[in-house]
Nanobody
């Protein structure tokens, strides 16, 4: 079995910072891309940032220059450093891990349960 667990959300004032963490654990044979998505109230889920196993990154235009994604492959963990937060960053943030288990032997997407980020003006 596989678990994807996020942490680090909370309430912050505009201009503040938060750091999200996401750890994948369990019967992982291989871990590929990892990413952060968010779902604002009443809107669809959207990509925030993603990182490959080799460290290549991509970001949504709305967060470029403010958010930084990184990962620790030894810990199967991905991070999202969020600076200069704005009220429009308020959303539930979800982590996605593309990984392979010995049971499946092909890559599947596994999602965390989400963590709330609220930015007050």
């Amino acid at each position: 079995q596989v678990q994807v667990l996020e942490s680090g959300g909370g309430l912050v004032q505009a201009g503040g910072s938060l750091r999200l963490s996401c750890a994948a654990s369990g019967s992982i044979f291989s871990l590929n891309d990892m990413g952060w998505y968010r779902q604002p109230p009443g809107k669809q889920r959207e990509l925030v940032a993603a990182i490959t196993s080799g460290g290549s990154t991509k970001y949504a235009d709305s967060v470029k220059g403010r958010f930084t994604i990184s990962r620790d492959n030894a810990k199967n963990t991905v991070y999202l450093q969020m600076n200069s937060l704005k009220p429009e960053d308020t959303a539930v943030y979800y982590c996605k891990a593309e990984l392979m288990t010995r049971a499946t032997m092909h890559y599947l997407d596994y999602w965390g349960q989400g963590t709330q980020v609220t930015v007050s003006s």
